[in-house]
């Protein structure tokens, strides 16, 4: 089944506990991105991926890192977490450019206290 | 930049009604592309709809449909027939031609009254 997998699904914990959000995708897309979702505010995109090696800042990269050293795998890394990168966050990945719509995962609902 | 406004925070609608989500969008791009994804409570987003700016003709997916006014940037997403399985957030989305980032409008929650 063609799927995008975000591990973990809830995590709460304190500020500047470094942590990781796993994404993986078996559709073997070139395109990966990270978005926040926040009220009213929509999704927003932190970090995208091209392809392997080739990372670039979204909209909100402050405070994020990303890796791509394999192509189905994207981490998002917060070395230093803070409350205001409470949020729920979305991994997306899509074959290439043009009208192919973004696949997403399941999300992960992060509480930083 | 480009920015997507949806600017109805909440929407109800009877089941078995007619219901219109509206979308306004600023580009200065001539080619791109625009999408609707449903978030039930589940959280996940669902593709509803999608239609290219090159495109004339307005798509449509069973009961969704859309109203595409180019000049007017405006893309709303008209649901025929609500049914309780409707209920969700319902978001714009625009895409440029060149690149894979979408950016979204805030969000529009919708209601169906049984």
């Known amino acids: 089944e063609a799927q995008v997998t975000q591990n973990p699904r809830y995590l709460i914990t304190v500020t500047g506990k470094k942590l990781t959000v796993t994404c993986s995708q078996n559709?073997?897309?070139?395109?990966m991105s990270w978005y926040r979702q926040d009220p009213g505010l929509g999704l927003r995109q932190i970090y995208y991926?091209?392809?392997?090696?080739?990372?670039d800042k979204g909209d909100v990269p402050e405070g994020y890192k990303v890796s791509r050293k394999e192509k189905r795998n994207f981490p998002l890394i917060l070395e230093s977490p803070s409350p205001n990168q409470t949020s729920l966050y979305f991994c997306?990945?899509?074959?290439?450019?043009?009208?192919?719509?973004?696949?997403f995962g399941d999300g992960t609902r992060l509480s930083i206290l | 930049a480009q920015t997507v406004t949806q600017s109805q925070p909440e929407m109800s609608v009877q089941e078995a009604e007619t219901v219109t989500l509206s979308c306004t969008y600023d580009?200065?791009?001539?080619?791109?592309?625009l999408f609707w994804y449903k978030q039930p409570p589940s959280r996940q987003m669902i593709l509803v709809i999608r239609?290219?700016?090159?495109?004339?003709q307005n798509a449509t997916e069973n009961r969704f449909s859309v109203n595409f006014q180019k000049a007017a940037k405006s893309f709303s997403l008209k649901i025929s027939d609500s049914q309780l399985g409707d209920a969700a957030m319902y978001f714009c989305?625009?895409?440029?031609?060149?690149?894979?980032?979408?950016?979204f409008g805030g969000g529009t929650r919708l209601m169906v009254k049984p």
């Open positions: 997306a990945s899509s074959p290439g450019q043009g009208r192919q719509p973004q696949h």
């Open positions: 991926s091209m392809n392997v090696e080739v990372t």
């Open positions: 580009t200065s791009e001539s080619d791109y592309y």
């Open positions: 239609q290219e700016a090159y495109k004339q």
């Open positions: 559709m073997n897309h070139e395109y």
């Open positions: 989305a625009y895409k440029g031609n060149a690149g894979n980032m979408l950016t």
